[in-house]
T-cell receptor, first 114, second 109 residues
Framework: NAGVTQTPKFRVLKTGQSMTLLCAQD?????MYWYRQDPGMGLRLIHY???????AKGEVPDGYNVSRLKKQNFLLGLESAAPSQTSVYFC?????????????FGEGSRLTVL | GQNIDQPTEMTATEGAIVQINCTYQ??????LFWYQQHAGEAPTFLSY??LDGLEEKGRFSSFLSRSKGYSYLLLKELQMKDSASYLC??????????WGAGTKLIIKP
């Protein structure tokens, strides 16, 4: 049982380059989320999805795009990377609304933008 | 604005008890969560409180007072493997999770 899998685990980009982070979950969860985690700050929600084909903006969506074409996959894209997007990115999923009690997180993707 | 406050760092001794506090000010309240995060790893769920009182789960307990906007996580019989960051998160009226910055717990032998 893999749970939530993120790829790649590490990536170094130059300013202006683009990339996509892939999140895959095998728990048949409806809800999926992308967070970023920076030192001294709480997890911040970038975008989320409440089901296949749906996406919504979170707290810090600027500079990111997402897609949920398949229920098990949630992609996070950076069209033109900036140094401010250097961070650790976590994908998470849950079966229902937030009140189910437990988010399942991927292992994280560490992105450095030079 | 919405705010979650927890201490940045705490130190405790192996075998002892430690209490990590979390205070919050949010737009509504639909539950409070505690997660554990070891360095370089993903957060993992520890507890969920929605009603006032104490929830016990093995060596870990979590307390909630909604009227005071306050929670604590109590860790007993500390082990070296408990060295980690502990994240407090509150669900607001829109069921959005607001996260604290986390408390780094250092366990000394």
């Amino acid at each position: 049982n893999a749970g939530v899998t993120q790829t790649p685990k590490f990536r170094v980009l130059k300013t202006g380059q683009s990339m996509t982070l892939l999140c895959a979950q095998d728990m048949n969860h409806e809800y999926m989320y992308w967070y970023r985690q920076d030192p001294g700050m709480g997890l911040r929600l970038i975008h989320y999805s409440v089901g296949e084909g749906t996406t919504a903006k979170g707290e810090v969506p600027d500079g990111y795009n997402v897609s949920r074409l398949k229920k098990q996959n949630f992609l996070l894209g950076l069209e033109s990377a900036a140094p401010s997007q250097t961070s650790v990115y976590f994908c998470a999923s849950t079966q229902g609304r937030w009140d189910t009690g437990e988010l399942f997180f991927g292992e994280g993707s560490r992105l450095t933008v030079l | 604005g919405q705010n979650i406050d927890q201490p940045t760092e705490m130190t405790a001794t192996e075998g002892a008890i430690v209490q990590i506090n979390c205070t919050y000010q949010t737009s509504g309240f639909n539950g409070l969560f505690w997660y554990q995060q070891h360095a370089g790893e993903a957060p993992t769920f520890l507890s969920y409180n929605v009603l006032d009182g104490l929830e016990e789960k093995g060596r870990f307990s979590s307390f909630l007072s909604r009227s005071k906007g306050y929670s604590y996580l109590l860790l007993k019989e500390l082990q070296m493997k408990d060295s980690a960051s502990y994240l407090c998160a509150v669900q607001d009226s829109n069921y959005q999770l607001i996260w604290g910055a986390g408390t780094k717990l250092i366990i000394k032998p």
